[in-house]
């Protein structure tokens, strides 16, 4: 399994980021797909989550209406669109093959500055 994120940066608050996902290595088609994140400090937190072909999506409280996640398998890519964006949404953020975040990328880091 090898996942690898993008899309990270430093943001205004209010602003917006994309988040992309490439996964390889399995068979992407059949598995739901979770992003997570981990601010400066704090443990693992789930974010969102899309079923295996993205008819189905779930969200974390505090992201629910700002956040939007969907899935190409053509291209075995995932996203998170991220609107509105808040301080607390600084983290480093993972895609990952379980809501846990036990097998995920490296992560990419996204900064909102107030």
């Known amino acids: 399994v090898q996942l690898v994120e993008s899309g990270g940066g430093l943001v205004q608050s209010g602003g917006s980021l994309r988040l992309s996902c490439a996964a390889s290595?399995?068979?992407?088609?059949?598995?739901?797909i979770h992003w997570v994140r981990q601010a400066p400090g704090k443990g693992l937190e789930w974010v969102s989550t899309?079923?295996?072909?993205?008819?189905?999506?779930d969200y974390a409280d505090h992201v629910k209406g700002r956040f939007a996640i969907s899935r190409d398998n053509a291209k075995n890519l995932v996203y998170l669109q991220m609107n509105s964006l808040k301080a607390e949404d600084t983290a480093l953020y993972h895609c990952?093959?379980?809501?846990?975040?036990?097998?995920r990328g490296q992560g990419t880091q996204v900064t909102v500055s107030s």
């Open positions: 990952a093959t379980d809501r846990m975040g036990t097998d």
């Open positions: 290595g399995f068979i992407f088609e059949r598995f739901y």
């Open positions: 899309i079923s295996p072909t993205g008819s189905r999506t």
